[in-house]
């Protein structure tokens, strides 16, 4: 990035850094990562790291990868992977060169392992899982040594090749970093970096049944492939003196004729994404999941990628909600609210306004000609006027919502109750004469008469009236399926049961509306498509449920919302 593109613009810390390495010489150019688990699916706070990392690539001109660290097959799955592609490709808008996983580096991580035991750096240990916590102390009492950790380098040597073979059952030996069971620092203290585990890899198959640790592997990969600046959240900042231990002791050997690493990365830590009253555990989401409790991963009440993506929401829309919630190394935690308010201000202007009736009510223009339609011209989108016009179609029997009319209305309601007038929009004004009731009461019909000379665009149309109300043609009306959400959790017992740990769930936080009414531009869209509809909100057609005869929508975001920056 240019220095003078710079000027004036307000630069968070991980930029500055990355400005200083340039300057100085440390990297001449930038390569950024985004290495995730393939355990589960992605959610919000993985967003902000996917962001983060693709934007740095993007804005110096550099190289972003997606990276799978699957390097524990017992919990890996490919269709995990799949859908992480997907999620990473729809959120970065394709800005990625190529994917790589670390299962295809487990040839140069092993020939480390080597060079650590030949190094006197690393022992294999016959302790078992629980000895070795035993013997790691405490945060406050220092651990003990390892009764192995003098272990000659050839036996270990023997030992290692015996794991890598087969020979040893899982558990029974790890090898571990020799480095220092006093360390303050409890990563320090003689980590394990390979473990037996006779597990097929959803990748290698059954060539290895020897597995590295995740922060041995990790550093590795990113000084393979050439990583300049390994981004991470904090919890990863006590990890920093064993990664950059890994990258410093098993270097390859340039005199010995290895080919050296590709980069000496940085490590540099940021803060988490917390979101009030969400589920963002991955943890938690995958008990859901399982426990059936929502409709899969991508049920759009979560907040993994694939449900935010299959709600509506945009990636621009997150890109914004990311920048305004800012990149540092203090915790804080957004609100659900600023996200829609960017969803609002990203779709108010690249969705066109449509007619829908979600709890519909037929109503009867008595004096308007039967059998007669005709076809009104409306603007799809009012602030945005290049998004051009579109034709409805207007005839004797309408659907309107429920709530549009009473018999008994309160004081300052505007739209139908009898004697009342209100504009149908983009239509007539009329006036309700009366209504007609089923035998348990419920109202099944309005009937109301139109004045032929208040047609929108015409000289009577300036006619004043207080109300104005939406309205869907009976004879072209598709009936859909629309579902309107809440917040899964119940916000004011908080997110989690303090007794069990379990989610407290808003029994509330899906409302099917089975029989909505809309109008007929909305019978065949493709899914993904994003809409207004007329005071209800923002919504999305749903790409595996919606058919042409009957498609399904999810409400995004409603309209309004009381935040504000």
Not at 97 to 108: L, M, N, P, V
Not at 257 to 270: C, L, M, N, Y
């Amino acid at each position: 990035m240019a220095e003078e593109n710079k000027e004036n613009v307000s630069r968070h810390f991980i930029e500055v850094e990355i400005d200083k390495d340039l300057k100085e010489g440390v990297y001449d150019h930038v390569q950024t990562r985004f290495p995730p688990e393939p355990n589960g699916l992605l959610h919000i706070g993985h967003a902000k790291s996917i962001l983060l990392n693709s934007g740095i690539a993007k804005e110096y001109g550099g190289r972003f990868l997606l990276r799978f660290d699957d390097t524990n097959p017992s919990k890996e799955k490919e269709e995990f992977m799949e859908a992480i592609i997907k999620d990473v490709d729809w959120l970065t808008e394709g800005y990625k060169e190529e994917i790589r996983y670390a299962s295809g580096y487990f040839q140069e991580m092993y020939e480390a392992a080597l060079r650590l035991i030949r190094r006197g750096k690393a022992y294999i240990s016959t302790l078992t899982a629980e000895e070795i916590r035993e013997y790691r102390g405490t945060l406050t009492e220092p651990g003990k040594n390892d009764p192995d950790r003098e272990r000659p380098m050839e036996e270990s040597l023997r030992m290692f090749e015996e794991m890598k073979s087969g020979s040893v059952e899982d558990g029974k030996m790890t090898l571990r970093a020799k480095i220092d069971m006093a360390s303050p620092n409890i990563n320090m203290r003689d980590p394990i970096i390979y473990r037996v585990a006779h597990i097929a890899h959803p990748r290698t198959g059954e060539e290895w049944c020897i597995y590295p640790m995740y922060d041995f592997a990790h550093p590795i990969e990113d000084a393979v492939e050439g990583t300049t600046h390994s981004l991470c959240t904090m919890e990863f900042e006590d990890h920093r003196p064993l990664y950059d231990w890994v990258i410093r002791e098993a270097a390859p050997d340039t005199a010995a004729g290895d080919t050296p690493w590709a980069s000496v990365p940085r490590q540099i830590e940021f803060a988490k994404m917390y979101l009030t009253n969400v589920v963002t555990g991955k943890r938690y989401i995958k008990k859901l999941v399982e426990d059936r409790l929502v409709d899969g991963w991508d049920d759009p009440r979560l907040v993994t990628i694939a449900a935010l993506r299959r709600r509506g929401y945009t990636p621009a829309a997150l890109r914004q909600f990311i920048t305004l919630s800012g990149i540092s190394k203090a915790q804080s935690s957004s609100d659900m609210a600023m996200l829609e308010y960017c969803l609002r201000e990203d779709l108010k202007l690249t969705t066109d306004r449509m007619m829908a009736i979600l709890d519909p009510v037929e109503l009867v223009i008595d004096n308007y000609p039967e059998g007669q339609t005709e076809t009104l011209t409306i603007e799809n989108n009012r602030e945005a006027p290049e998004r051009g016009t579109r034709e409805i179609s207007f005839s004797r029997t309408l659907y309107i919502e429920r709530e549009d009319f009473m018999e008994e209305p309160p004081k300052k309601y505007f739209r139908l109750f009898p004697g009342n007038e209100v504009r149908l929009m983009n239509a007539y004004i009329v006036t309700c004469t009366g209504c007609e009731k089923d035998a348990e009461g419920k109202v099944i019909r309005v009937h109301c008469t139109y004045d032929p000379d208040t047609k929108s665009g015409m000289p009577g149309a300036d006619k004043k009236v207080k109300g104005t109300i939406h309205f869907v043609d009976a004879a072209s009306a598709v009936t859909a399926e629309v579902r309107l959400y809440e917040n899964l959790v119940d916000e004011e017992k908080g997110v989690y049961n303090e007794e069990d740990g379990s989610v407290n769930l808003n029994p509330d936080s899906e409302k099917v509306c089975g029989e909505a009414k809309l109008e007929a531009a909305l019978k065949d869209v493709p899914g993904g498509a994003r809409y207004q509809f007329v005071r209800s909100g923002y919504f999305c057609a749903d790409a595996g449920l919606s058919t042409p005869e009957r498609p399904v929508f999810h409400r995004i975001v409603s309209m309004k919302s009381s935040f504000r920056l």
